[in-house]
């Protein structure tokens, strides 16, 4: 198992490094500025779309707006959001915060351009099925010469979308707060438990097919939220009197991080090895620029591209600037970031066990609970459609067997050899997800100013 950890390790610190980072924050803020800012203008829009006021039966697709950004967000707002900032705090300290509202800032415009495209260009899989994401719009829009880096996308994919992170720190929960303080004894037994009970669920919903993903994202995520939301209010109002200090924290400690040595750092600098290690960990919550998004957004029934880019667009800004704030607040004024050694979901539990001593740590279980549950859904859907432009819509169900394996393994194994696994495989997801949303971003800007004069005219 040692060995395990050093090689992922490794992995994941050969492949997120300065190139990446620029590509990811500084191909987004290119993006930004190419589209003048247009997507955050148009903020209400996007929320007048995603209430259903254009949505029209007839279009193209399979899913409507609000399911296909449920089911992107049922995704993202995940462990990422909870045992993620917990690890970013644990590693970075608070400055990691203000680097995670970066990447979510510049992701957002990211996830404009890359859903917007996963409609302009969508492709048709091996059954005739109409598809959308970063492997149809690399083939439909930059043309077949450029297969192998969609190719490189697919399979990468279907190795990120194992559950395996998720998973372990869902067992790690239970193991934490239900499970060890109640006697049960805890070890290798217990886990393979949780995980065939999480792989009896999953296999429930997953055998159904992105239909009954997409409804059961769109019941489950709102009010997953709204838990969350209130949960962590309590715990700010119990702390209020420190909440304006620790805001303040994390502002001037993004500028002046003690927390990494000098040799672990690119540039010979410990800031920046907080940027890249804030951005990591943004880009693990809310995934913009590795392209899963897209998938869920390319299936939405519509033929109006930017319009989906206008909904997929929320998605950072409720997955990173709302939900992995509260997560770092709680962490934050209650002070366990300083005064325990732990780490991942066991950090954020021991927050809400300290500003609710009696039922704190089984509130947030059931919040972890179906946050975990619901990326399950999600991310199984991402595979087989990576696996179908692989090998063929008619063999796409294999990967769900897969799937469910990594269930098992994601329960019985260490957080370390998890997290870098997927850390380093999102890292090689993002190279081709980016550098054809840059080339291609003329077109999306072209269409942006086309589909706003037609709103002027009354014609969209």
Not at 3 to 17: C, D, H, M, P, R
Not at 88 to 97: C, E, K, Q, R, T
Not at 369 to 398: E, N, P, R, W
Request: hydrophobic share 50%; with cysteine; proline share 4%.
């Amino acid at each position: 198992m040692e060995k395990l950890n050093q090689i992922t390790e490794a992995f994941s610190g050969a492949v997120w490094g300065l190139p990446l980072l620029i590509l990811l924050i500084g191909g987004g803020l290119y993006l930004l500025i190419r589209s003048k800012f247009a997507p955050f203008l148009m903020l209400g829009h996007a929320i007048q779309v995603l209430r259903g006021k254009y949505d029209d039966p007839n279009d193209p697709g399979q899913i409507s707006h609000f399911q296909a950004l449920t089911t992107a967000l049922s995704s993202t707002i995940g462990m990422g959001n909870v045992a993620g900032v917990a690890v970013a705090i644990s590693i970075g300290g608070p400055g990691a915060v203000f680097w995670m509202w970066i990447s979510a800032v510049v992701g957002m415009s990211t996830k404009f351009f890359t859903s917007t495209l996963a409609i302009m260009f969508r492709g048709k899989d091996s059954a005739g099925e109409l598809q959308g994401g970063p492997m149809y719009f690399i083939m439909e829009g930059l043309g077949k010469s450029w297969k192998p880096l969609a190719i490189m996308f697919a399979f990468c994919c279907m190795i990120g979308a194992l559950p395996v992170f998720n998973v372990n720190q869902l067992t790690q929960a239970i193991n934490d707060i239900l499970l060890a303080p109640n006697g049960v004894e805890v070890g290798f037994t217990s886990n393979l438990i949780i995980g065939l009970v999480l792989v009896g669920i999953t296999s429930i919903v997953i055998l159904g097919g992105l239909g009954r993903i997409s409804k059961t994202a769109a019941k489950m995520v709102p009010s997953m939220v709204l838990l969350y939301f209130v949960s962590v209010l309590i715990i700010l109002a119990v702390n209020i009197d420190v909440v304006p200090q620790y805001l303040s924290l994390i502002f001037t400690d993004a500028f002046a991080a003690d927390y990494f040595p000098k040799e672990d750092t690119f540039l010979g600098g410990v800031v920046g090895a907080l940027i890249l290690h804030g951005i990591k960990r943004g880009a693990f919550s809310n995934e913009a620029g590795l392209g899963t998004a897209p998938l869920a957004h390319g299936a939405a029934k519509t033929d109006e591209p930017v319009r989906e880019g206008l909904v997929a667009m929320l998605g950072p800004a409720i997955d990173t600037l709302v939900v992995c704030t509260l997560t770092a607040l709680a962490i934050l004024v209650t002070g366990v970031w300083e005064t325990t050694s732990n780490n991942g979901v066991s950090l954020t539990a021991s927050a809400f066990g300290e500003a609710m001593p009696v039922f704190g740590e089984y509130l947030l279980l059931i919040c972890i609970a179906v946050f975990s549950i619901s990326s399950l859904f999600s991310y199984s859907y991402y595979g087989t459609k990576c696996m179908s432009f692989l090998i063929g819509a008619d063999k796409k169900h294999y990967y769900n067997y897969i799937y469910i394996v990594s269930i098992i393994l994601g329960a019985t194994t260490s957080l370390s050899a998890m997290i870098n696994l997927i850390d380093g495989v999102f890292a090689l997801m993002a190279i081709p997800t980016m550098l054809s949303t840059i080339i291609l971003a003329p077109k999306v800007v072209k269409e942006l100013g086309a589909y706003r004069q037609r709103l002027k005219e009354n014609k969209a």
